[in-house]
Nanobody, 126 residues
């Protein structure tokens, strides 16, 4: 069992930056593929970024590529999402998720993830 707690959300002007953190409790954080998803009002949850267990592989949605960076610190049981050059369309609740894959892999489908955090609100003003 893994519990995920996101933090770092807030209100920022367009062009600004935020760094989200996802702290995991429980065992073997390094065994989980980690992902970030977001959900804007009236829209479905969408994939943002994912990172493999070792951190050697990452993958991003086209909408955030070049602006967002996902990383992890397995010693601290924490995953991060550095968000730069934020746009109003990035406004959403951001969720981190953990996928108990047996392979060092990445996951883009929300249905593959086993554990989810409660979400943190990011609001970007124009």
């Amino acid at each position: 069992q893994v519990q995920l707690i996101e933090s770092g959300g807030g209100f920022v002007q367009a062009g600004g930056s935020l760094r989200l953190s996802c702290a995991a409790s429980g065992r073997a954080f390094s065994r989980y593929v980690m992902g970030w998803f977001r959900q804007a009002p009236g829209k479905e949850r969408e994939f943002v970024a994912t990172i493999s267990q070792s951190g050697s592989s990452t993958y991003y949605a086209d909408s955030v590529k070049g602006r967002f960076t996902i990383s992890r610190d397995n010693a601290k049981n924490t995953a991060y999402l550095q968000m730069n050059s934020l746009k109003p369309e990035d406004t959403a609740v951001y969720y981190c998720a953990a996928d108990a894959s047996i392979y060092d892999s990445i996951s883009v489908k929300p249905g593959l993830y086993d554990y989810w955090g409660q979400g943190t609100q990011v609001t970007v003003s124009a």
